[in-house]
């Protein structure tokens, strides 16, 4: 016991956001967790956009930059255990040229596209 | 969608959403009930059509117009529940918004008043078969025949509801719609029984027509390999309307890659034991295919390699020893082989003595990753659904009595294993069947089956040769020759619906990847924010009013006077809030693709705000948003917009042409499908073919003879020459042409797609077609150039042959300079008529003309 737990315990807060910061990415700091949990809340997490466009951490990475897909693929590579690439963008093509090079196993999720379908619960509907 | 469509498959899932979409509307608003098909040749992709058609139908899609149906309910049936499972786990594959909760598997403990609307749920026959536990005690008149016995037969306990039940409050609550996707793609394979069939056809009519109080599914659509199939499904439906059947054009499937270009047929030329004759050649083409793509992978620096696989298909009832004996010969004739390669697919799963060999079974789905596997025994189509694109070469040792199940089988080959065809080289575009139990004769049934199929399977679109050589390119044309032959333009098939900043925003990113040009994407859109920028400058006041437009709503409130019998109205215009907002801006999105509009929405409020005040900012993107939702509500600014996108397209790809050259085939495989993503037809080079299959001889009235054969033609066999079909006016514009002073090589124009046959685009009717020229000749010219030329006879006969004339007279004025001569030659009253293409007077005379027959008469033709 003295030595601690191997497990660790961390608190967040639920916020609301307004789908306008999230699409445009200004929210990134609040959603970070989330993304952090749905890779299996493992390893490092990613708090802050990267300034070179992209990072790749134990179980998952994030591509803000599509420019910058080479790097970004090759880190993913050499990344075993990963399990999940956010990818930034709203051009299908875009997205799609991505996911065709992710390692098997590596699932594509499109930022904030599908983040905002899945999580947001007052469409306007 | 995490796969990219091809064109054609883009083109099938928008005609097959517009069906939806009038079928829903239909529904909502009279309760009329509507069925339409998607027929498909096998590998066009239908599962990941399918996939696009429901990301739209639950989740809308701008792209194809479509809004999503709220209530949207789908229920996809088939026969089979393993083959139910491979396409939940396609779907998966191929979605990435369709998530794993949203498909549900009926199974028999399912019990729901409803079906919830966003999902998709498996259902397969026998789930609502007489005794299955989902429909158990629904039927009135059964519980009625078994209440005399003591035991009557009820409903399972805890069971409040039958799937029956299920269905009819589905179609009930007026907020679901419920569609029935029925999955015939595979129907006919394996050779059901006749009980199956009618306890299916039963169902099927049931859930269609509905009975006893279940009303009908409102929407069917039907996925199959052939119209007939469906329409043979739908025999019977009552108070139901046919949309048009969707139907994909096999030969753009061709085009496109995915499938196999050739089917080789190899047999004996007598009558014989030949099994171990062909075994060995058999073996000697699978060494050749490992080593042709090993070697393929090496020069394109692919990750991975295809290891090709060779299937044994054995009669119903196998001697295992014969199978045993087959196996010795692959070991001797291919010692490099590991050992424990073999594996087998037959009905009983456990390993089996094969001579004095021991081997496995596997699991028809493992058999495409499991490599170790390379040859493989198997009875008949292996599995419904299964399919294995690393399969190269078949051994049938089945005769001709059961020719479908060999045309079956085959057809579960001809998927390409790269998914894209490879450039110019026919060997690892085709895939080898030897038959050893078959002749002459009796192989013309195999071909014929195979080119016009039959119930269970269409044909594929590819060719089919029997016994063919391979013509290797003519060693006495040299290099300066196919350089030439490289240069001539081919053009591709325009698509519908392109979009050109999404094709920048695309090419940018391909660039950027393979680093030619860092930082593309920012770039392209960089420059199309400035081509925005002058638009807000230049239009100022017309977007000032249509941002009014976007701000307000405005209404009538009519007021109506009783006593006075008058009406008036009273407009009033109120606020729009963040929907409405939302609502423009998609829109504009749709103008500008998603990605400028919100790029663009980005730069204008960095401009605008401090991106350290989290609040401003927020309220400089809302501001930014609406501006740009009032530039695409303007209409003149898109032709702008796109042309300025097209320019600079134009321009990377000309200025990083070179660059893009040198790339792996993978990689330019891709540049080639941002270049056709174009409604202009885009000019693509001609690639060097490696080699071409060509047959030697043909039958006729089943008497054989040798095809005549050409000297100094761009591919030839061994002896320097090359066999052709030709027709009596084309056999006289070679000779013409062979006689003709400096001629030196000529090139049979491949009329089957591929990256060495030269198309032309043209448009007949609303769709584009690509015409091939028969003949491209090279020739000396006075000057001691290599020049060359293209001479086209055709037949006037057909409906489109003004037309073709017209798409060969435009590309003929777009490339003047790539041809000495462009000419178009045509039989008129038994003499050969030429149009020369490369005379202006003569292009505009075809713009003109009304019929391609009156042209070759008049006299602007020359006689040949």
Known sequence: ?125 | MKFTLKDYQTDAVRDVLANLKKARKRWLEDGDRHAFSLTAVTGAGKTVMAAAAFEALFHGDDDYNFDAGPGAVVVWFSDDPSLNEQTRFRLMEASDRIRHTDMVVVENTFNQAKLQAGKIYFLNTQKLGKNSLLVRGHDPEELDAMAGTLLPETRPDLRSHTMWDTIRNTIEDSSLTLYLVLDEAHRGMGNPNAASVSAKTTIVQRLINGAQGVPGIPVVWGISATVERFNKAMDGALKRDRLADVVVDAVKVQESGLIKDTILLDMPDEVGDFDTVLVRRATDKLKASTEAWAEYARQQQEPQTVLPLMVLQVPNTPDHNDIGRALDTIYQQWPDLPAGSVAHVLGDHSTQQFGHRQVPYIAPERVQDATWVRVLVAKDAISTGWDCPRAEVMVSFRSASDRTHITQLLGRMVRSPLARRIPGNDRLNSVDCLLPKFNRSTVGEVVDALMKGDDSASPPPGRVLVNPVEMLPNPAAGAEVWALFERLPSQTRPQRGANPARRLTALAHELASDDILPGAGKLAHAALHAVLDGLQDSEKDKIAAKRKGVLTVDGKTVVADLRGRTKSFDEFWEDADMAVIDDAYRRAARVFSPDVSRTYVDALAYRAADPADADEFEEALVEARVQVAALGLLVEVQPIFDAAADRLAKEWLSAHGAAIKRLSHDRQESYRQVREMSSEPQDVDLVKPAGRFEMTRVRLNDIETALPTYPQHLLCDAQGLYPVEMNAWEVKVLETEMKRPGFRFWYRNPQQPGQSSLGVAYMSGEQYGIVRPDFIFMATADDGTLVADLVDPHGLHLADALPKLRGLAQYAAAHTGAFRRMESVAEVHGRLRVLDLKKAEVRDAIAQAEDAASLFKGPLASDY
Request: no cysteine.
């Open chain 1, 1 to 125: 016991m003295s030595d601690g737990f191997e497990e660790n315990a961390e608190f967040f807060t639920l916020t609301y956001e307004t789908p306008v910061s999230i699409n445009h990415n200004r929210a990134f700091e609040r959603i970070a967790p989330l993304l952090w949990l749905r890779a299996g809340s493992r390893g490092p997490r990613i708090d802050k956009l990267p300034a070179q466009g992209w990072a790749v951490v134990d179980a998952y990475g994030l591509l803000v930059e599509p420019d910058a897909a080479t790097p970004f693929v090759k880190a993913v590579q050499k990344t075993p255990g990963l399990r999940i690439a956010y990818i930034v963008t709203d051009d299908d093509r875009r997205f799609q040229a991505l996911a065709r090079r992710l390692p098997d196993g590596v699932e594509p999720v499109r930022l904030y596209e599908s983040y905002l379908t899945n999580f947001s619960f007052t469409n306007g509907d």
